[in-house]
């Protein structure tokens, strides 16, 4: 009988040591596969749910994840859809441990947002990263920039250049789409 137990004790030993073995291993894998994930994925995979985009010390968009393309993120927050370019995102708050679905369709670009809203005509308020805002009717697109015709009343139908790295954000109004 003394046998039984000794093997028994073995076996057991040995199965905690596998236990431990396979745990650090799906540790491993899945730190080695989180390493591969990008956080506008992460974001992708957050779509439809709440959260809060932090710009800046003072500026945070809040509201449901629309979409996220691989370097913009829109979000519909009030009355607005915002349009928010990856380089003006410090921090994301509200945004879970989600795995990005399948890459079955490549996203749009942030140019493909800009020259949707171009073929729409839309009216916008972009808020430039200086703190001071646009407000216009999106016209021509480039491959850097976007030309946006002031409806304001100080300058109105006045043509105003705004290079994307200028943007923090873009404001539409949900009934312009």
Same mark, same amino acid.
């Given at each position: 009988?003394?046998?039984?137990?000794?093997?028994?004790?073995?076996?057991?030993?040995?199965?905690?040591?596998?236990?431990?073995?396979?745990?650090?291993?799906?540790?491993?894998?899945?730190?080695?596969?989180?390493?591969?994930?990008?956080?506008?994925?992460?974001?992708?995979?957050?779509?439809?749910?709440?959260?809060?985009?932090?710009?800046?010390?003072?500026?945070? %968009?809040? $509201?449901? #994840?629309?979409?996220? *393309?691989? +370097?913009? /993120?829109?979000? &519909?927050?009030?009355? !607005?859809?915002? =349009?928010?370019?990856?380089?003006?995102?410090?921090?994301?708050?509200?945004?879970?441990?989600?795995?990005?679905?399948?890459?079955?369709?490549?996203?749009?670009?942030?140019?493909?947002?800009?020259?949707?809203?171009?073929?729409?005509?839309?009216?916008?308020?972009?808020?430039?990263?200086?703190?001071?805002? %646009?407000? $216009?009717? #999106?016209?021509?697109? *480039?491959? +850097?920039? /976007?030309?946006? &015709?002031?409806?304001? !009343?100080?300058? =109105?139908?006045?043509?105003?250049?705004?290079?994307?790295?200028?943007?923090?954000?873009?404001?539409?109004?949900?009934?312009?789409?």
């Amino acid at each position: 009988m003394r046998w039984d137990r000794l093997f028994a004790d073995l076996e057991a030993e040995a199965a905690d040591l596998a236990a431990q073995d396979r745990d650090a291993e799906i540790a491993e894998l899945t730190r080695a596969a989180l390493s591969e994930v990008r956080w506008l994925e992460r974001v992708r995979g957050a779509t439809g749910s709440p959260a809060t985009l932090v710009l800046s010390a003072d500026t945070r %968009v809040t $509201g449901a #994840v629309r979409y996220a *393309g691989p +370097d913009w /993120v829109l979000v &519909e927050a009030g009355s !607005d859809d915002v =349009l928010v370019p990856a380089d003006a995102v410090i921090g994301i708050e509200g945004v879970g441990s989600a795995a990005p679905p399948s890459a079955d369709r490549v996203p749009l670009t942030w140019a493909a947002a800009w020259r949707s809203l171009s073929r729409d005509r839309a009216s916008v308020l972009v808020r430039r990263t200086d703190g001071r805002q %646009v407000r $216009g009717t #999106v016209g021509k697109v *480039g491959a +850097d920039f /976007v030309e946006l &015709e002031r409806d304001d !009343d100080s300058r =109105l139908g006045q043509m105003v250049l705004v290079p994307f790295a200028a943007v923090q954000s873009v404001h539409v109004p949900r009934e312009e789409q």
